[in-house]
Every structure is written in C-alpha cells, then in structure tokens.
C-alpha cells in the first residue's frame, strides 16, 4: 500500500511496579514485548502507523512530585468524557507557533522547511480544538516537572524523530542556557535537563523488532530485512524507561520510493502535498488509514491484560496536507537539488512533516493526557 500522508497514532500505557512481567504483544506484522504490567486505554490505530506510549505509574514517584506539585488549573483538564481526537484546525497566529523554528537549535535539516526555502508558513498557525473540551495550553515548566528525575523515550523512525524533536524544542526555550544538551549516541539521541535530572530521548528502531535497518545512518531502504520474533536488542534500551512513546510507519511502506502521485487530495499541480498550503477542510479520510486494521489492532489490544492508551491522531494528521515537508525536505539524508525541487511530482515528500507543525499537536495531546494523568494520581 502507499501512503501519502503520515498519520499516526499514539498509545499510552502504565507500568506499575512490577517490570519483570512480560507480555507478548503481537500486531498485524510484528511482535514486541511490552515491559511491566500496564494499563491500556485505547483510542485509535492506523493501518499505516502506530504509536503507543506507556508512563510510568506517578504514583511510584510520589515524593518526588510531592517535592515540586505541579499547580494544575481546573481548565488545564480535559474531561473523561471528551475526544480530543475529534475536532477541527482553528487559524490561530497569535499563539502558535508555540516555537520558532530557527531559535530551536536541535531541528534536523529534514524539518527545517523554512530554511529549507519553503516560501509560505501559514502552516505553522494552526491549533487543534476539539469539539467537546479544550486542550491544556502546553506548558513546558509544567512538562519538565512531570518529567523530574524521569526518561521519556520515543522509539521508532524518522517520523518519530520528528515529534522527538518536537518534544524537545516545545520544552527548550524555558530552559536555562547551558543546562540543556542533547548527546548523540546512535541509534539514540539524548537531550538531558540537568535541574531536572530529566531525559527527553530518541531511539531509532523503525521497526521495534529487530532489522538490517537499525544502523541509525548506514541502513538499506531498498531491501529491508525483519526478524519478526526478536525484540530483545531493542527492549534493553528502553527497559527501565517511564513513559514510551512508540510509532512506526515503515511497517506499512513497501515501496523504497515515496509515491507523491496522490489522487486523493487533487490540488497542488500533481495533485500531491506539494504547493498546499490550507488544510483539508474535514470531512475527510484517506484511503491509506485503514479501519480495518485499526479496528484488529485495537481488539488486540483490548485483549491484552495491560493498559495502553493509543491517541489517535490520525484523523487530524489526515487533515493536515500543507504540513508536510513536500520539496522542503530531504531524501536519502540530502536536501533536494534545486532539479528535484523542480519536480514535486517525483520528489514531494508528503509523509514527513514541517516543524513547527503537526507533531507539536500530537505532543501537546500527549501532554494534557499526562497532565490528566498526573492529576489523578
Ligand atoms: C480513530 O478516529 C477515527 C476518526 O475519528 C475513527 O473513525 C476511528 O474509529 C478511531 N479509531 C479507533 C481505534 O478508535
Ligand atoms: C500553586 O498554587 C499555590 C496556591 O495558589 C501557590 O502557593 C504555589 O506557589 C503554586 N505552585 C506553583 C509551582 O506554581
Ligand atoms: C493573523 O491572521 C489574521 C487573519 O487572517 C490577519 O488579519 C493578521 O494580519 C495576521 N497577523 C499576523 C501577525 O500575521
Ligand atoms: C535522576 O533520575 C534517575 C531516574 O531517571 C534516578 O535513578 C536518579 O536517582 C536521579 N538522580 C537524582 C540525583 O535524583
Ligand atoms: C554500511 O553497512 C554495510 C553493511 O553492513 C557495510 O558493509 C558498510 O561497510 C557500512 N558502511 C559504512 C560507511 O559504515
Ligand atoms: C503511484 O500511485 C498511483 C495512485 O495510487 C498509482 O496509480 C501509481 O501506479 C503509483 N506509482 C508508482 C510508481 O507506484
Ligand atoms: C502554487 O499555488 C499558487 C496558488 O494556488 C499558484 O499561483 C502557483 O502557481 C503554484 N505554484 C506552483 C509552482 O505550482
């Protein structure tokens, strides 16, 4: 299947104390383990992506929280009852973007649309509202304090490196010069926050279980090989890990080329991503977020005597077809030529996103749901 858009979904789960148990977590093509006994609370799924994320119990840490308590406002929660995954994009350029793309220092080139020489940006203003509640203004003190003493990992491939990034530079600008810094030690990324013993991390395993294409830089895109039942290199490095952030999109790609031939969304000149620059007024569902599979998914995970919350962000990332990186990126680790840039019908890149941009909107969900969390703890 092709898809031309990257839609993922995000899944929180809770270890409690116990970590030696072991649960095999099969999905539609792979299996992993999860560590720990966890709390599911499932949302959403995409054929083509899927994220999941497990925290750590707060309680476990209590007294570290007790030392700082986070203050959190009666209109910083979001009720029970309401889907913040159900709702529309609102023009907002008086407060988004909630960054600046050139004061965040840690972007890779293959985000960096802006100084890529995208030429509009309008895509940074836009803010997710909900139908039924409102979202928490993201508020990285309020983050980095729900992080003390605590590793948060995202794991999977360059779209999750790109809310990795996100991540990081919603939380930068309120750190002190100098106390911040993000250590490269591949397949892993680290930015550590030194006042607050926290970690904010990135590990490249694009497809959770083992593959020839775990070499952070040096790895095939052509021919991909997977050991479906091994998952054991990986879970060492995020054992031990409080709150998990997994997604992977290559799972659901065999083409090495990224189609951009997408039919679906008929503006632009080849009717891709390229030279959009409104998002999809809904309704709208493409054709590469399959229910279907979403639905196994989540039945899966029903099934499982764990906890997991999946986000699912799928439908609002389905709307988002001006915020990809399109010519604006890079292919293969270069950015485009001024010749491939030319030609968007061969070249656009509508999977990977502009920061600011969408993933800020996936963190920002990640963080009112810690925030819930953390309050009802
Ligand atoms: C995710 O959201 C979409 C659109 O709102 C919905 O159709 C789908 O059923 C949801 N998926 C799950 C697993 O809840
Ligand atoms: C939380 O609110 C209380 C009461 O308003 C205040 O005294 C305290 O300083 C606040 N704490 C933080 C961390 O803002
Ligand atoms: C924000 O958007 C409004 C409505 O489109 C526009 O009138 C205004 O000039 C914009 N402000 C800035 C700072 O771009
Ligand atoms: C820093 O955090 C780690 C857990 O990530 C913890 O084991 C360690 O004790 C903390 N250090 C301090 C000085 O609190
Ligand atoms: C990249 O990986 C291949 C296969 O493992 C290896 O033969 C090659 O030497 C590596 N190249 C570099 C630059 O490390
Ligand atoms: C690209 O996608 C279109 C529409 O699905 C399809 O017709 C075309 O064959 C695809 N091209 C390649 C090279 O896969
Ligand atoms: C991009 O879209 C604008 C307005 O829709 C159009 O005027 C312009 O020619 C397009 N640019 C390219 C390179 O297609």
């Known amino acids: 299947m092709l898809n031309l858009d990257s839609t993922p979904t995000n899944m929180t789960t809770h270890p409690t104390q116990d970590r030696r148990i072991l649960f095999l977590f099969p999905l539609a093509l792979g299996s992993f383990f999860l560590l720990g006994t966890v709390r599911v ?61 050139d004061t965040c220092p840690y972007l890779v080139k293959q985000v960096t649309c802006q100084r890529n020489g995208r030429p509009d940006s309008l895509y940074q203003n836009w803010r997710w509202q909900p139908h039924g509640c409102n979202l928490p203004r993201f508020n990285a003190l309020k983050m980095l304090e729900m992080l003390r003493d605590k590793r948060l990992m995202f794991i ?5 490196r790109g809310m990795f990034e996100s991540m990081v530079c919603l939380v930068q600008s309120v750190i002190a010069d100098g106390d911040d810094s993000i250590i ?61 952030v997994f997604e992977s999109y290559v799972w659901w790609m065999h083409k090495p080329f990224i189609n951009a031939t997408n039919w679906e969304w008929k503006g632009g000149i080849d009717g ?76 656009a890149d509508c999977i990977h996103w502009c920061l600011p941009g969408v993933p800020d909107t996936w963190n920002e969900l990640l963080y009112g749901i810690l925030l819930q969390d953390y309050r009802n703890h």
Not at 156 to 160: E, F, L, R, W
Request: glycine residues 4%; contains cysteine.
């Open 41 to 101: 609370l499932l949302d959403n799924l995409k054929n083509n992506q899927f994220q999941f994320l497990w925290q750590s119990s707060f309680s476990r840490d209590n007294n570290k929280f007790l030392r700082v308590p986070i203050n959190v406002t009666l209109d910083e929660v979001i009720e029970e009852s309401c889907n913040v995954f159900e709702g529309q994009w609102v023009w907002d350029n008086v407060t988004y973007p909630l960054y600046k793309e």
């Open 184 to 244: 490269r030690v591949p397949p892993r990324k680290i930015f550590r926050i030194e006042e607050f013993n926290a970690s904010i991390e990135y590990y490249w395993a694009p497809f959770m279980v083992e593959s020839i294409s775990d070499h952070a830089t040096n790895h095939t895109v052509l021919k991909r090989l997977v050991k479906l039942d091994s998952v054991e290199k990986h879970r060492k490095l995020w054992e031990g890990v409080d709150i998990l």
């Open 272 to 347: 891709n991503c390229f030279n959009e620059t409104q998002p999809i007024r809904g309704p709208y569902w493409g054709t590469g977020s399959n229910l279907e599979i979403m639905s196994i998914l989540k039945d899966v995970i029903n099934k499982l005597q764990i906890n997991v919350r999946l986000l699912n962000i799928t439908q609002l990332s389905e709307y988002r077809k001006d915020s990809h990186t399109s010519v604006f990126g890079e292919r293969r680790g270069k950015l485009l030529t001024r010749q491939q840039r030319s030609e968007p019908k061969a070249y």
């Open 156 to 160: 999977g491939d360059s779209i999750q």
